[in-house]
T-cell receptor, first 115, second 114 residues
Framework: AQTVTQSQPEMSVQEAETVTLSCTYDTSESNYYLFWYKQPPSRQMILVIRQEAYKQQNATENRFSVNFQKAAKSFSLKISDSQLGDTAMYFC????????????FGAGTTVTVRA | EAEVAQSPRYKITEKSQAVAFWCDPISGHATLYWYRQILGQGPELLVQFQDESVVDDSQLPKDRFSAERLKGVDSTLKIQPAELGDSAMYLCASAAGPLTYEQYFGPGTRLTVT
Protein backbone atom coordinates (compact mmCIF):
# COMPACT_ATOMS: atom_id res chain seq x y z
CA ALA A 1 0.00 0.00 0.00
CA GLN A 2 1.10 3.53 -0.69
CA THR A 3 1.94 5.82 2.21
CA VAL A 4 -0.20 8.92 2.54
CA THR A 5 0.74 11.45 5.21
CA GLN A 6 -1.45 14.20 6.62
CA SER A 7 0.63 16.10 9.14
CA GLN A 8 -2.14 18.30 10.57
CA PRO A 9 -4.43 16.37 12.93
CA GLU A 10 -6.67 19.39 13.52
CA MET A 11 -7.33 22.75 11.91
CA SER A 12 -9.64 25.56 12.99
CA VAL A 13 -10.84 28.37 10.74
CA GLN A 14 -13.16 31.32 11.06
CA GLU A 15 -16.26 31.28 8.89
CA ALA A 16 -15.63 32.94 5.48
CA GLU A 17 -11.86 32.54 5.76
CA THR A 18 -9.53 30.17 3.94
CA VAL A 19 -7.85 27.05 5.24
CA THR A 20 -5.28 24.82 3.58
CA LEU A 21 -4.80 21.15 4.39
CA SER A 22 -1.55 19.43 3.52
CA CYS A 23 -0.95 15.93 2.20
CA THR A 24 2.15 14.14 0.98
CA TYR A 25 2.41 10.68 -0.49
CA ASP A 26 5.02 8.18 -1.49
CA THR A 27 4.90 6.27 -4.76
CA SER A 28 7.03 5.08 -7.64
CA GLU A 29 4.09 5.11 -10.04
CA SER A 30 3.80 7.79 -12.68
CA ASN A 31 0.05 7.62 -13.23
CA TYR A 32 -2.44 7.56 -10.40
CA TYR A 33 -5.34 9.46 -8.86
CA LEU A 34 -5.45 11.60 -5.75
CA PHE A 35 -8.56 12.49 -3.82
CA TRP A 36 -9.82 14.51 -0.92
CA TYR A 37 -12.75 12.95 0.91
CA LYS A 38 -14.94 14.68 3.50
CA GLN A 39 -16.45 12.77 6.42
CA PRO A 40 -18.93 14.92 8.39
CA PRO A 41 -19.79 13.82 11.94
CA SER A 42 -22.01 10.73 11.86
CA ARG A 43 -22.45 10.93 8.09
CA GLN A 44 -20.95 9.12 5.15
CA MET A 45 -17.71 9.97 3.48
CA ILE A 46 -18.12 11.88 0.25
CA LEU A 47 -15.70 12.74 -2.51
CA VAL A 48 -14.74 16.43 -2.52
CA ILE A 49 -12.26 16.63 -5.35
CA ARG A 50 -10.03 14.41 -7.47
CA GLN A 51 -6.81 14.96 -9.39
CA GLU A 52 -5.39 12.78 -12.14
CA ALA A 53 -1.62 12.62 -11.95
CA TYR A 54 -1.07 13.06 -15.68
CA LYS A 55 -2.98 16.35 -15.65
CA GLN A 56 -0.85 19.32 -14.75
CA GLN A 57 -3.79 21.64 -14.16
CA ASN A 58 -4.94 21.79 -10.56
CA ALA A 59 -8.50 20.59 -9.98
CA THR A 60 -11.16 22.98 -8.69
CA GLU A 61 -14.69 22.31 -7.42
CA ASN A 62 -16.48 25.48 -6.38
CA ARG A 63 -14.82 26.62 -3.12
CA PHE A 64 -12.42 23.67 -3.05
CA SER A 65 -9.16 23.66 -4.97
CA VAL A 66 -5.95 21.67 -4.86
CA ASN A 67 -2.28 22.43 -5.28
CA PHE A 68 -0.79 19.34 -6.92
CA GLN A 69 3.00 19.23 -6.97
CA LYS A 70 3.86 15.92 -8.64
CA ALA A 71 7.62 16.12 -8.26
CA ALA A 72 7.31 16.96 -4.59
CA LYS A 73 4.55 14.36 -4.14
CA SER A 74 2.40 16.96 -2.47
CA PHE A 75 -1.37 17.43 -2.75
CA SER A 76 -2.87 20.18 -0.60
CA LEU A 77 -6.54 21.18 -0.36
CA LYS A 78 -7.66 24.78 -0.05
CA ILE A 79 -11.13 25.55 1.25
CA SER A 80 -12.10 29.12 0.44
CA ASP A 81 -14.92 31.09 2.05
CA SER A 82 -15.28 28.43 4.75
CA GLN A 83 -18.83 27.57 5.81
CA LEU A 84 -20.12 25.92 8.98
CA GLY A 85 -21.10 22.90 6.88
CA ASP A 86 -17.45 22.36 5.99
CA THR A 87 -16.81 21.13 9.53
CA ALA A 88 -15.69 17.53 9.05
CA MET A 89 -12.78 15.13 8.92
CA TYR A 90 -10.91 15.41 5.62
CA PHE A 91 -8.97 12.48 4.21
CA CYS A 92 -6.37 12.56 1.50
CA UNK A 93 -6.34 9.35 -0.54
CA UNK A 94 -4.12 7.81 -3.21
CA UNK A 95 -5.52 5.45 -5.84
CA UNK A 96 -3.03 3.09 -7.41
CA UNK A 97 -3.83 2.23 -11.00
CA UNK A 98 -1.07 -0.36 -11.04
CA UNK A 99 -2.50 -2.03 -7.93
CA UNK A 100 -6.02 -2.63 -9.21
CA UNK A 101 -7.38 0.78 -8.24
CA UNK A 102 -6.79 0.27 -4.52
CA UNK A 103 -7.29 3.29 -2.27
CA UNK A 104 -4.82 4.25 0.48
CA PHE A 105 -5.91 6.89 2.97
CA GLY A 106 -4.08 9.33 5.19
CA ALA A 107 -4.91 9.61 8.88
CA GLY A 108 -7.20 12.58 8.34
CA THR A 109 -7.41 16.23 9.38
CA THR A 110 -10.29 17.44 11.52
CA VAL A 111 -11.47 20.84 10.30
CA THR A 112 -13.64 22.97 12.56
CA VAL A 113 -15.26 26.09 11.14
CA ARG A 114 -16.04 28.70 13.83
CA ALA A 115 -18.99 31.06 13.55
CA GLU B 1 -29.86 10.03 -5.05
CA ALA B 2 -28.80 6.40 -4.57
CA GLU B 3 -26.79 5.68 -1.45
CA VAL B 4 -24.96 2.81 0.18
CA ALA B 5 -26.96 1.50 3.14
CA GLN B 6 -25.42 -0.04 6.24
CA SER B 7 -26.91 -1.46 9.41
CA PRO B 8 -26.76 -1.29 12.29
CA ARG B 9 -25.31 2.19 12.67
CA TYR B 10 -24.05 1.43 16.16
CA LYS B 11 -23.28 -1.85 17.86
CA ILE B 12 -22.03 -2.59 21.36
CA THR B 13 -20.98 -6.14 22.06
CA GLU B 14 -19.04 -8.00 24.68
CA LYS B 15 -15.68 -9.59 24.07
CA SER B 16 -15.95 -13.13 22.64
CA GLN B 17 -19.43 -12.55 21.22
CA ALA B 18 -20.30 -12.74 17.53
CA VAL B 19 -21.31 -9.63 15.60
CA ALA B 20 -22.47 -9.05 12.04
CA PHE B 21 -22.74 -5.98 9.83
CA TRP B 22 -24.83 -5.59 6.70
CA CYS B 23 -24.27 -3.51 3.59
CA ASP B 24 -26.48 -2.82 0.59
CA PRO B 25 -24.53 -1.13 -2.22
CA ILE B 26 -25.85 1.24 -4.83
CA SER B 27 -27.99 -0.70 -7.30
CA GLY B 28 -25.94 -2.02 -10.19
CA HIS B 29 -22.58 -1.58 -8.50
CA ALA B 30 -20.57 -4.73 -9.08
CA THR B 31 -17.68 -3.92 -6.76
CA LEU B 32 -18.10 -3.80 -3.00
CA TYR B 33 -15.51 -2.95 -0.35
CA TRP B 34 -15.36 -3.34 3.42
CA TYR B 35 -13.01 -0.98 5.27
CA ARG B 36 -12.08 -0.69 8.94
CA GLN B 37 -11.45 2.78 10.35
CA ILE B 38 -9.81 2.89 13.75
CA LEU B 39 -10.37 6.13 15.65
CA GLY B 40 -7.88 8.75 14.52
CA GLN B 41 -6.82 6.83 11.43
CA GLY B 42 -7.89 6.56 7.83
CA PRO B 43 -9.90 3.62 6.49
CA GLU B 44 -8.04 0.42 5.67
CA LEU B 45 -9.33 -2.12 3.19
CA LEU B 46 -10.43 -5.44 4.65
CA VAL B 47 -12.03 -7.15 1.66
CA GLN B 48 -13.06 -6.41 -1.92
CA PHE B 49 -15.78 -8.22 -3.86
CA GLN B 50 -16.39 -8.31 -7.57
CA ASP B 51 -19.97 -9.51 -7.90
CA GLU B 52 -20.09 -12.51 -5.54
CA SER B 53 -16.38 -13.31 -5.69
CA VAL B 54 -13.69 -12.17 -3.29
CA VAL B 55 -11.02 -10.25 -5.22
CA ASP B 56 -8.81 -9.24 -2.30
CA ASP B 57 -9.00 -10.33 1.33
CA SER B 58 -5.31 -10.11 2.09
CA GLN B 59 -5.89 -7.76 5.05
CA LEU B 60 -8.85 -9.63 6.49
CA PRO B 61 -8.02 -11.43 9.78
CA LYS B 62 -9.46 -14.70 8.61
CA ASP B 63 -9.24 -16.44 11.97
CA ARG B 64 -12.11 -14.33 13.23
CA PHE B 65 -13.48 -12.28 10.32
CA SER B 66 -15.57 -13.54 7.44
CA ALA B 67 -17.36 -11.78 4.61
CA GLU B 68 -19.85 -12.91 2.03
CA ARG B 69 -21.82 -11.53 -0.87
CA LEU B 70 -23.85 -14.54 -1.85
CA LYS B 71 -25.95 -13.12 -4.68
CA GLY B 72 -23.56 -10.40 -5.70
CA VAL B 73 -25.74 -7.68 -4.22
CA ASP B 74 -25.76 -7.08 -0.46
CA SER B 75 -22.98 -8.22 1.81
CA THR B 76 -22.39 -9.30 5.40
CA LEU B 77 -19.22 -8.92 7.44
CA LYS B 78 -18.97 -11.09 10.54
CA ILE B 79 -16.61 -11.12 13.49
CA GLN B 80 -16.48 -14.15 15.76
CA PRO B 81 -15.28 -13.90 18.45
CA ALA B 82 -15.02 -10.13 18.86
CA GLU B 83 -11.95 -8.74 20.61
CA LEU B 84 -11.39 -5.39 22.30
CA GLY B 85 -9.12 -4.32 19.45
CA ASP B 86 -11.96 -4.72 16.95
CA SER B 87 -13.60 -1.53 18.22
CA ALA B 88 -13.72 0.69 15.14
CA MET B 89 -15.92 2.09 12.40
CA TYR B 90 -16.67 -0.44 9.67
CA LEU B 91 -17.31 1.23 6.33
CA CYS B 92 -18.83 -0.27 3.24
CA ALA B 93 -18.26 1.26 -0.18
CA SER B 94 -19.35 0.36 -3.68
CA ALA B 95 -18.18 1.17 -7.17
CA ALA B 96 -19.61 0.59 -10.63
CA GLY B 97 -16.72 -1.71 -11.48
CA PRO B 98 -13.29 -2.84 -10.34
CA LEU B 99 -11.37 -0.32 -12.41
CA THR B 100 -13.39 2.77 -11.66
CA TYR B 101 -11.89 5.45 -9.48
CA GLU B 102 -14.94 6.65 -7.59
CA GLN B 103 -16.11 4.73 -4.56
CA TYR B 104 -19.33 5.60 -2.76
CA PHE B 105 -19.30 5.12 0.99
CA GLY B 106 -22.03 4.17 3.41
CA PRO B 107 -22.50 5.84 6.82
CA GLY B 108 -20.62 3.04 8.59
CA THR B 109 -21.23 0.86 11.61
CA ARG B 110 -19.52 1.96 14.80
CA LEU B 111 -18.56 -1.12 16.81
CA THR B 112 -17.65 -0.96 20.49
CA VAL B 113 -16.36 -4.14 22.10
CA THR B 114 -16.48 -4.15 25.91
Amino acid sequence: AQTVTQSQPEMSVQEAETVTLSCTYDTSESNYYLFWYKQPPSRQMILVIRQEAYKQQNATENRFSVNFQKAAKSFSLKISDSQLGDTAMYFCAFLSIKNDYKLSFGAGTTVTVRA
Amino acid sequence: EAEVAQSPRYKITEKSQAVAFWCDPISGHATLYWYRQILGQGPELLVQFQDESVVDDSQLPKDRFSAERLKGVDSTLKIQPAELGDSAMYLCASAAGPLTYEQYFGPGTRLTVT
